[in-house]
């Protein structure tokens, strides 16, 4: 049975899994080295918030000696609730965008 999004059963399965995510996937991915990097919150503008919420767990990353490896766990929200992870290597030296810059020490 697919969620409403508006509704009830909708939101208790978005908290179920961001609970479960939280307890299980995340402390994996710290014991193997990652670090949590927030999002930033500066920004007053909606695609911000919007992406905050749609990347509650912020941004894990750990240095390697190519750079960083980078994961982002994503909440979708179409029909029902779902994840997709992200996964990437950012050279040492950072990356320019059209959008963002992204430098990290």
């Known amino acids: 049975m697919e969620s409403n999004r508006g509704g009830t059963q909708y939101k208790s399965e978005r908290l179920w899994l961001v609970a479960a995510i939280r ?9 193997r080295g990652f670090e949590v990097a927030t999002l930033s919150e500066s920004d007053d503008d909606s695609a911000d918030r919007s992406l905050i919420s749609s990347f509650p767990f912020g941004l894990l990353r750990r240095k390697t000696a190519r750079g960083f ?24 030296e950072g990356i320019d965008g059209v959008h963002r810059s992204c430098r990290f020490a």
């Open 23 to 31: 307890q299980k996937l995340v402390p994996e991915f710290l014991g």
């Open 69 to 92: 490896e980078q994961i982002k766990i994503e909440l979708i929200s179409r029909r029902r609730v779902a994840a997709r992870m992200n996964f990437g290597v950012v050279p040492a």
